[in-house]
């Protein structure tokens, strides 16, 4: 807990709202203390301001906001009477370092507790403060010092730690490792000097350096002078104890580690460790098992998880040597003049100055004396500051003392303001007020008791408020903590929230959610206490319950619903969704499906109408043709045929020399006019011979005919199977709703047959009729070329004829007994029966009607496929009207537009149906009654604009529960937070925590609300509040730390 103190030194609130706050300790005995405030509460957090530890205080001397929203606060080691007590001229000769500090901290306060070093050394200073000497000591007597702000206490230590066997691995507690090294200032000998030019030699075997090849065989030289050492031996001590860490490179390590010894009590023994401590480093990733020491820690006082530490094998930085020369280049220029001379008054010599083994003198007048040590028989003084008193016997008349620590009093009256005492055996007490930290009763009545802090072993208290309760730590495995009527309870690392009436059931657990330690998180159950609705895994298939209702209005993002499935339960649902609420090509669905109805009852009017047609024209065709006489006559003129191409290729050398061009033009111009007259006669007649006729007659024509034909009848041909194609593209849409399936994927096939074979015939004979077209014009007569002619041969041979498409027009009923493909151009009919549209070549078709009734049947049959999986871009639009697929037991709409009108599905089957919706839906709604997803896999588009409603709604299979999920509560009042649901933001008030966090509500009734506050840090924070039987809110409880 930190504690504020103002300016002044007076006692403050406590600063409840600390984040991160951490301290950094070195060896050197600086510690430092930082933290966050949120910046609307620290307007008392000033510079020079106090705060205080549990065990130690310190002084504010930094703050910014930086940081939006929050203060960032930097405070040091409260060491201000040291620091501000100011030394002209500090010496210490051959002093142990308990005589050193004591005299650097003469009328400080301060006193030194504790030390183990037993060296002598010199030390001198001036113009400096106390806390400038205490690093010189510190430096000088190679200590390692610990300060004790609250107590005012300094601890000096020849080295601070120890090895207790503490190691950091990479397996267990350490997460990262940084690894520093260099040897810039690496030396293996040393040649030290001392005041005078004093050296080692005599206490050296003669020789003048020590040496350490520890690391290193090389020899670099270090000349060492400091003109404080008067004694050989301790020159020499000095400097082997110098040159152990520079005959070394410096080699540091930063270590994040899980500091568990603070996390759990049972790594206490062997991962604990302090500031000093020896710790054996073990990594994989660098290969690395050495030991070090611990020359910086940085502790998290709320999260030891993410406690790091320093380690080095010198605890001496490149800074500390930046100091020693920057003091040392002070000293110089305080005492030369601008041209390098020496000031006279600053030379420490005096003639009167002498020093002296031993003084006997009557009588000595010293205006002042500084003496580490003094003995004197006799003392008399009129004022006296002494810091530490140690006597045997003192007789004083009148004592005034701040502190005094008397280990026995014997005394008649006393009158004592402030009585602190640890035990104190008293008959009778008569007293108005009794202040105590610690006091034993075995019984005390009281009309009235103020307990400003207590701690108390065993307490029945009738009624406790709990905002008096500021700081510690409730054990939940000793207490329980338990709300109205047993519905909220905590028990060591488990929260539970129950519900029930005549008998409780366990609805929400968190933390240790199965009271066994096997599994840490949420666990939140259905109304019957067993059906688990939420785990760590996230929601289970049971918590998408009844109680959802209706999702908000862009609330749920559809890539977050399985689509196919939707659209699978909506097929067996019951619920009629209004035309009037479909919209397709700005239209409602009723008005588009109706004009798509009348089209197609137009069309299908037509095409039952040229059924007749073509079943009459079958029958003739039956009759006209007779196999036998048609073969017999095809073979005359094969065989006539065959002669006129010999006759051709005789005379055609002779008719190209023979005839001029003006010969050729007279012999085609009535050549032309007659092939144009046979043409219409052979276009009027020629579907009823491609309807009848098989592959190989039409083959067996074609040849008898390829004399008669030219480039006029082949465009002509090409023109009108363009012609054709482009009205069948028109209504392929319509013939693909009307038809029946079986008997259009039939007579299609027939079609496409006989025209493809009319295709390649006419192709074949194309470059032979190019070669002839002069040699024809000059060599046929009129009469051979006669229409009536050509048909009646045609008629009458039993050999396939092809002819093009652009010359067939269909007069009367045709009947097609085999498969029709390729473009069938515009077909105008009454009602078609039985056709199948394949939807490949259809493309940008518009069907007009009412209603379309599709009616498939259990066996897989697709009653309606709209934009083939193979061409999503290619949209087929609804406009008005309405869609009733019936008893498919696979149903696919690809729709890139819907607009208005209405889509109902109603099946009895439930094998595998499926609705697939393409794009968007563009405005209106979609209602769904009954179950509304089931089966599919596949999910295209985005649900946009509308609404989507439902009696039983159904994502992904599951039952979705009435808990908003995701939903921001940035600056938000958590008090008006009051819906069942996720929720997560930051900056908002009422909260544990107003930082980003994540929160979970459950509403059981408007009197019955639980609110769970999580902080996203690298461990599990988390409050918890309540409201019941009105709109008070409970204060916020920390259950996990």
């Not at 002093?95 to 050193?100: E, G, K, N, Q």
């Not at 012609?723 to 096939?749: C, P, R, W």
Request: net charge negative.
């Amino acid at each position: 807990m930190l504690i504020l103190y103002d300016k002044n030194h007076n006692k403050g609130s406590p600063l409840k709202l600390a984040k991160e706050p951490k301290v950094e300790r070195e060896l050197s005995g600086m510690e430092t203390l930082s933290f966050y405030y949120p910046e609307t509460k620290s307007l008392n957090i000033k510079e020079e301001c106090y705060i205080r530890t549990k065990n130690q205080e310190y002084v504010i001397k930094e703050t910014n906001n930086l940081t939006p929203q929050w203060l960032y606060v930097n405070a040091q080691i409260n060491l201000e009477d040291i620091r501000g007590k100011p030394i002209e001229n500090y010496e210490v000769v051959n002093s142990t370092i308990t005589d050193a500090i004591n005299l650097a901290l003469t009328g400080t306060g301060w006193t030194l507790e504790f030390t183990n070093i037993s060296r002598r050394r010199t030390v001198r200073r001036s113009n400096c403060n106390g806390y400038d000497v205490l690093e010189n000591i510190r430096k000088t007597f190679r200590a390692e010092l610990v300060y004790d702000a609250v107590n005012r206490k300094i601890y000096a230590y020849d080295k601070l730690g120890q090895d207790k066997g503490a190691y950091f691995s990479d397996e267990l507690n350490l997460k990262k490792l940084t690894v520093q090294g260099n040897s810039y200032d690496f030396y293996t000998r040393i040649i030290p000097i001392g005041k005078d030019g004093l050296k080692i030699n005599e206490v050296n075997n003669g020789v003048d350096y020590v040496e350490n090849n520890q690391y290193s065989s090389k020899i670099i030289t270090l000349i060492w002078e400091d003109n404080r050492y008067t004694d050989p031996q301790i020159l020499k001590e000095d400097a082997i104890a110098k040159l152990e860490e520079l005959s070394k490179p410096i080699c540091s390590y930063i270590a994040d580690i899980y500091d568990r010894a603070k996390m759990s009590d049972k790594y206490k023994d062997i991962l604990d460790f302090n500031l000093g401590d020896t710790i054996t480093i073990i990594n994989k990733d660098t290969q690395t098992k050495e030991k070090q020491r611990v020359v910086k820690t940085i502790e998290f006082l709320d999260e030891p998880e993410r406690n790091s530490c320093e380690i080095a094998n010198r605890t001496l930085k490149f800074e500390d040597l930046q100091v020693g020369i920057m003091e040392a280049a002070d000293t110089l220029s305080q005492i030369t003049t601008e041209d390098g001379m020496v000031y006279d008054y600053k030379i420490n010599f005096d003639p009167i100055r002498q020093e002296f083994g031993q003084i006997v003198a009557e009588k000595a007048s010293i205006t002042e004396l500084i003496a580490a040590v003094a003995r004197i028989g006799t003392l008399e003084v009129t004022s006296a500051t002494i810091t530490q008193l140690d006597t045997e016997i003192a007789r004083i008349n009148d004592l005034y003392t701040i502190k005094a620590n008397v280990g026995e009093l014997t005394a008649a009256v006393g009158r004592i303001s402030i009585l602190e005492s640890d035990v104190a055996s008293i008959d009778t007490i008569l007293a108005k007020n009794v202040f105590a930290e610690l006091a034993q009763f075995g019984q005390i009545l009281a009309g009235s008791s103020i307990i400003a802090e207590g701690a108390i072993g065993s307490a029945q208290i009738s009624d406790l408020s709990a905002s008096k309760l500021t700081a510690g730590i409730i054990n939940a495995a000793q207490v329980t903590i338990q709300g109205t009527d047993g519905r909220l309870r905590i028990v060591n690392n488990r929260l539970q929230v129950f519900s029930g009436t005549t008998q409780l059931f366990e609805r929400v657990a968190l933390g240790d959610v199965h009271g066994d330690g096997s599994e840490y998180g949420l666990l939140v159950r259905g109304a019957d206490g067993q059906t688990t609705l939420f785990d760590n895994n996230g929601l289970t298939d049971k918590g998408f319950t009844d109680g959802y209702n209706k999702l908000d209005d862009n609330s749920l993002n559809p890539v977050k619903l399985d689509i196919a499935q939707v659209v699978t339960r909506i097929n067996e649902g019951t619920t009629t969704i209004e035309s009037s609420k479909i919209y397709m090509d700005n239209k409602t669905l009723d008005v588009a499906i109706g004009t798509i109805e009348t089209t197609i009852n137009s069309h299908g009017q037509s095409i039952n109408s040229q059924g007749a047609q073509i079943t009459a024209l079958n029958n003739a065709i039956q009759l006209k043709v007779d196999t036998q006489t048609y073969t017999s006559d095809l073979d005359n003129i094969n065989s006539q045929l065959s002669t006129q191409s010999s006759a051709i290729s005789l005379l055609q050398g002779e008719v190209a020399i023979k005839v001029t061009q003006t010969d050729i033009n007279n012999a085609v111009n009535p050549l032309d006019s007659r092939i144009t007259s046979a043409e219409g006669t052979l276009v009027t007649h020629a579907t009823q011979i491609a309807a009848r006729v098989t592959t190989t007659v039409y083959n067996s024509g074609i040849a008898d005919a390829k004399d008669y034909a030219d480039e006029r009848a082949n465009a002509a041909q090409n023109a009108a199977i363009s012609h054709t194609d482009t009205q069948f593209n028109i209504l392929n849409g319509a013939i693909q709703l009307k038809v029946d399936e079986n008997i259009y994927t039939s007579k299609m096939q027939q079609v496409d047959g006989t025209l493809q074979s009319v295709d390649a015939a006419i192709s074949s004979h194309s470059s032979q009729l190019n070669l002839l077209s002069n040699e024809i014009a000059l060599k046929v007569s009129e009469t051979d070329i006669d229409g009536n002619y050509l048909i009646g041969k045609i008629n009458l041979t039993g050999t396939t004829a092809k002819i093009q498409a652009s010359k067939i027009n269909l007069v009367g009923a045709v009947t097609v007994l085999s498969d029709i493909t390729g473009n069938l151009g515009t077909i105008t009919a009454g009602t078609i029966n039985g056709i199948t549209i394949n939807s490949v070549n259809l493309n940008s078709a518009t069907i007009n009607g009412g209603n379309i009734v599709l009616s498939g049947d259990t066996s897989g049959v697709q009653a309606l496929v709209i934009n083939s999986n193979t061409h999503p871009d290619r949209a087929s639009r609804f406009s008005g009207g309405s869609i009733q697929m019936m008893n498919g037991s696979q149903v696919t709409v690809w729709l890139t537009n819907l607009l208005g009108g209405l889509l109902s599905i109603v099946d009895s089957n439930n094998n595998d149906n499926k609705v697939e919706l393409f794009a968007s839906l563009g405005g209106g709604r979609v209602n769904c009654g009954s179950l509304m997803v089931r089966g599919g896999a596949e999910v295209n588009g985005t649900l946009i604009a509308g609404s989507l409603s439902a009696t039983n709604l159904s994502v992904g299979g599951k039952n979705v529960w009435n808990f908003m999920r995701g939903e921001s509560v940035n600056g938000v009042d958590m008090n008006t937070v009051l819906s069942t649901g996720f929720y997560h933001g930051f900056s908002q008030t009422n909260s544990a925590f107003n930082s980003i966090s994540t929160f979970i509500v459950i509403n059981y009734s408007n009197d019955w609300i639980v609110q769970i506050q999580f902080a996203p840090k690298a461990a599990i924070e988390a409050w918890i509040r309540a409201r019941h039987s009105g709109t008070t809110w409970t204060a916020w409880k920390r259950f996990i730390a």
